[in-house]
């Protein structure tokens, strides 16, 4: 089982920058897969990008050249550092995680999500 909290949320102008965190408890973090997702209003929750325990990414096409997500085992944390932010980013961000051998199928454990407002 695994506890998670977001934090870094907020509101910035287009072109902007945040970084968020995404402290873990309860569980071995290092064995996990983290990811972050975000959900738009009237919009299906989709994933921005994803991080192995070995450092391996994955992006979505439509943020690959301006987030990096990383994570650092020994404070159990995992950030998303987000550059040259768009109107089309705001969205509530999620923290996930689950087991490797779980990717396709869940159990997926999250966090309460932190907003992320982009406007001028």
């Known amino acids: 089982q695994v506890q998670l909290v977001e934090s870094g949320g907020g509101l910035v102008q287009p072109g902007g920058s945040l970084r968020l965190s995404c402290a873990a408890s309860?569980?071995?973090?290092?064995?996990?897969?983290m990811g972050w997702y975000r959900q738009a209003p009237g919009k299906q929750r989709e994933l921005v990008a994803d991080?192995?325990?070995?450092?391996?990414?994955n992006y979505a096409d439509s943020v690959k050249d301006r987030f990096t997500i990383s994570r650092d085992n020994a404070k159990n944390t995992v950030y998303l550092q987000m550059n040259s932010l768009k109107p089309e980013d705001t969205a509530v961000y999620y923290c996930?995680?689950?087991?490797?051998?779980?990717?396709?199928?869940?159990?997926?454990?999250w966090g309460q999500g932190t907003q992320v407002t982009v406007s001028s």
């Open positions: 309860g569980t071995i973090f290092s064995i996990y897969v």
């Open positions: 991080i192995t325990s070995r450092g391996t990414t």
């Open positions: 996930n995680a689950v087991r490797p051998s779980f990717y396709y199928s869940g159990p997926y454990y």
